[in-house]
């Protein structure tokens, strides 16, 4: 069950509220389409800075933002923001410079309106458009697939305890809410194409902006709230909920990336007693050694056998929780003393602990501060008069003292992540450069200055979800290891601590819209540029464009659209219990490989064809040996020499594309001037490009007045006297 | 692309490995300092993002974009073959 789950159905509403606005804007939307294939695919290019900012970052943040950032910081800690939120701050932004903005000015030169026919033109070459064609829809399907079914593994339990009985009784099925979100988003992109994503994408952005700042708001204060000294101001609760971590021994490691400072300490303190002890156990004789270990076993006897004759109620040989709680203090200090020093002995009497005490990973820090509280209590009764009493406290330190196990050689702490690991991270948001959705969101900007505010304002949205959904990943472990919250996987971190700290169904239901929002606005973006892709880069060629209409095309891919819905749904049903979350992982990987073919193919003039298939092969290949060997994805800690696959596979990539393009026959300039501004202008005129430097004279009109960079004040170059019809 | 921009990208990106904070414990209002330095260093890519954009833009690219040569009578989708 979802910690996330409320019996109240208040979040249903909110979500279904959610829904039938985002419906509502997809619809009026569609309203501004103007009936055209331009306007379908790429919205006629009318999108302004603000949309294409809103649509891209929304498109580009999947659930994995808000879900996915959360429970990778309770695995990992702060480490997650630097290897994967700063770094695509400033690699997505490099990718809209860099590509976004020479692909847009290339794809409205040339009309283009998917990345396969700017490949297909480049390279001269449709086999090669067919080829990237079917490799980037296997690609981009499994992406697509995990939206689908994250929807159904995070509705479900959280809605069911909203109903008490009948058909939902388990909460919705993954089948309804699948269908609900795939019609939804067919709904809008049906009528509106790429505008009403680009509009739903904005609406839905902002809904999970808010949602993590709100979340992050009320979360610190619910904690803050747990200290000693109370809720405050905003601020003060950060800083108390930080605190509160780094209070706990287990997670204060996820608040620095290497070892944490007091965790070396202790870890050299308990060096050198392991040290004293494995000297003292060495030093022992067997005769020594075997009457320890008799009175050591005596003494554990006489502490365990009155317990369990007292509380030991079904006489099974282990205490639950319950029955645990329900002792009185003194025989809770004397069980749980029992208990810690077993821990201690050694593998076999760890595993003699876990079977008396089943609850013992859960409760280490309350049996510890028992046996601290039971030693202490052993050190001042050993002074009583009540003879009884004394006796009691010298076996109690006696066993303490006693050595007859040998003592096992503390771990040493690790990072939470290496440098070569953290580096390597750079060349995940690379992918977004091949991304077709993306891809298509670029074409449909009005104009190059559209890019501004999506390349200066990326890195700061990104800050504003990822921020607070790695402190609350960090807090939710701390929590965690003081056994104050329970989180059965990662993942549920962010619903175990909304659900359980904060208990505000409309919070709840604002979080449950968030997380539909980040997943949906992936979604509809994915579906519209498949169904893009089916008929301009395989329906259109194939048959005689010609043949049909424009009003035609725009039925085509609404059908193509349609189908991609219906197939990407079966999939999701078809393989609800499967492992295509690791496939999906792995294909940001496979996006990552083909970069070096759209840099090479925008600035390299030398590519080749050849180059390119080259690029492509080896892609593929060593993509899927990787993915092969980390065990079709189950191993997520999979590495190639100690990094991510993706870094030496897109070094490979770009290698064999540099080699054999040298090695092959160069593209035809006719080709490249259709790609290259430079070329263009220069068989456009044969005369030198910098003509300020004459003097006036030589420009025929020595009358003029200065003319700074051989413009007139309207900002066109004068006419030459002698120029003729040129 | 002015080559100043690219070093101020190539500094960033060297400025995103930082040693100096990697087993820092301190934090500063509640932020543990390594993730502090990254969100800062988010909105500094942002300034240098800002520069870039205004100092280093690409208009040619918009010019030659404005002023594009498209022949509608040849398809899209089937690409020209150089002239012999």
């Known amino acids: 069950m979802s910690i996330l789950a409320a019996a109240s159905t208040t979040p249903l509403w909110v979500v279904l509220g959610y829904l039938v606005l985002l419906l509502g804007l ?74 976004g903005i020479r692909l847009w000015a290339i794809g409205k030169r040339n009309g283009y309106v998917t990345q396969v026919q700017f490949f297909r033109n480049r390279f001269n070459s449709s086999a090669l458009g067919y080829v990237l064609f079917g490799l980037l829809v296997i690609l981009v399907i499994p992406y697509l697939l995990i939206g689908i079914l994250s929807v159904g593994k995070f509705v479900q339990p959280t809605t069911a305890p909203m109903f008490d009985s009948g058909w939902l009784a388990n909460g919705i099925p993954p089948w309804l809410s699948g269908l609900v979100i795939c019609g939804v988003v067919l709904a809008y992109v049906f009528l509106g194409g790429v505008r009403s994503a680009a509009w739903a994408n904005t609406f839905q952005t902002i809904v999970f902006m808010l949602t993590a700042v709100i979340a992050f708001f009320m979360i610190s204060r619910a904690i803050a709230a747990k200290t000693e000294e109370g809720a405050g101001g905003f601020i003060t609760n950060i800083k108390r909920a930080t605190e509160y971590v780094e209070g706990e021994s287990k997670a204060r490691r996820l608040l620095v990336r290497g070892v944490h400072p007091e965790d070396k300490t202790d870890y050299e303190d308990a060096l050198r007693e392991y040290a004293e002890k494995k000297s003292a156990y060495d ?29 030991d109620k079904n006489q099974d040989g282990s205490y639950s929780a319950e029955e645990f709680s329900a002792m009185p203090e003194a025989d809770r200090q004397s069980l749980a003393f029992a208990l810690v020093e077993l821990n201690r002995a050694g593998e076999e009497q760890q595993a003699k602990a876990t079977k008396l005490f089943p609850d013992l990973a859960k409760e280490t820090k309350t049996l510890a501060n028992l046996h601290a509280a039971k030693l202490e209590q052993a050190r001042k009764d050993s002074k009583s008069e009540d003879v009884e009493k004394m006796f009691a406290a010298e076996g ?45 969101h670029w074409l449909t900007a009005k104009s190059a200055k559209s ?19 790695v402190l609350i990943g960090v807090w939710a472990a701390g929590l965690a290891a003081a056994g104050e919250l329970n989180v059965p996987t990662p993942n549920a971190a962010l619903g175990a601590m909304v659900g359980a700290l904060v208990q505000n169904p409309w919070l709840t239901g604002l979080l449950m819209a968030g997380v539909l929002a980040a997943i949906m606005s992936s979604l509809d973006s994915q579906f519209v540029c498949l169904g893009t892709m089916f008929t301009n880069d395989v329906f259109l060629p194939l048959a005689d464009e010609h043949d049909y209409t424009d009003r035609q095309k725009v039925w085509i891919a609404r059908i193509f659209t349609v189908v991609v819905v219906a197939v990407a749904y079966g999939l999701s049903l078809a393989l609800a219990n499967s492992s295509v979350f690791n496939l999906a992982i792995w294909c940001f990987t496979g996006f990552t490989g083909l970069v070096p073919l759209v840099l ?27 993915f092969q060997q980390s065990g079709w994805g189950a191993d997520k800690g999979y590495t190639v020499l100690e990094m991510k696959a993706v870094m030496p596979l897109t ?16 593209p035809a300039k006719e080709t490249l001037r259709k790609f290259f501004p430079g070329d263009n ?17 030589s420009q025929g009109n020595p009358d003029r007045r200065p003319n700074h960079g051989n413009r007139n004040r309207r900002g066109r170059r004068p006419r030459r006297p002698d120029s003729g019809g040129q | ?30 932020i543990p300092a390594g993730l502090g330095y990254h969100v800062a260093f988010s909105f500094a890519t942002a300034v240098a993002w800002a520069l870039a954009v205004y100092q280093a833009w690409p208009a040619e690219l918009e010019r030659w974009a404005d002023s594009g040569n498209r022949r509608r009578s040849r398809s899209r989708n089937r690409p020209r073959r150089p002239s012999r």
Not at chain 1, 451 to 469: N, T
Not at chain 1, 600 to 626: E, M, N, P
Not at chain 1, 652 to 666: K, Q, R
Not at chain 1, 681 to 697: G, H, T, V
């Open chain 1, 26 to 99: 997809g619809v009026y939307s569609s309203r501004f389409f103007k009936g055209t294939s331009r306007d379908y695919f790429v919205a006629s290019r009318s999108i302004g800075s603000f949309l294409l900012l809103m649509s891209v970052f929304g498109t580009t943040m999947t659930g994995f933002a808000l879900v996915g950032s959360t429970g990778q910081s309770f695995k990992q800690g702060i480490a997650v923001y630097g290897a994967m939120a700063s770094w695509s701050g400033l690699v997505h932004s490099a990718m809209f410079f860099l590509v």
């Open chain 1, 283 to 311: 030093n022992q004789s067997e005769v020594e050694r075997d009457d320890a270990l008799t009175q050591w076993k005596e003494q554990m006897q006489t502490l365990l056998d009155p317990l369990a004759e007292a509380h």
């Open chain 1, 396 to 440: 109690i330190l006696h066993v303490a003292a006693l050595n007859p196990f040998p003592p096992s050689e503390p771990k040493e702490p690790t990072a939470s992540m290496s440098h070569l690991m953290f580096f390597s991270f750079l060349f995940i948001p690379l992918s977004v450069a091949m991304f077709p959705h993306v891809f298509q």
């Open chain 1, 451 to 469: 890019f501004r505010l999506p390349i200066i304002a990326h890195p700061i949205c990104i800050a504003i979800v990822w921020l607070p959904c």
């Open chain 1, 600 to 626: 090479a193919a925008l600035y390299w003039k030398r590519t080749t064809t050849a180059g390119a298939f080259a690029s492509i092969a080896v892609t593929a290949v060593l993509w899927f040996v990787f």
């Open chain 1, 651 to 666: 070094l490979a990539s770009a290698a064999v594309l540099i080699i054999v393009s040298l090695l092959t026959t160069p």
């Open chain 1, 681 to 697: 202008n220069r068989q456009a005129s044969n005369k030198p490009k910098q003509q300020s430097d004459r003097p006036r004279e």
């Open chain 2, 1 to 30: 692309m002015k080559y100043w921009v690219v070093a101020i990208m190539v500094s960033l990106g060297w400025l995103h490995h930082d040693w100096w904070f990697w087993e820092e414990s301190f934090s500063f209002l509640g």
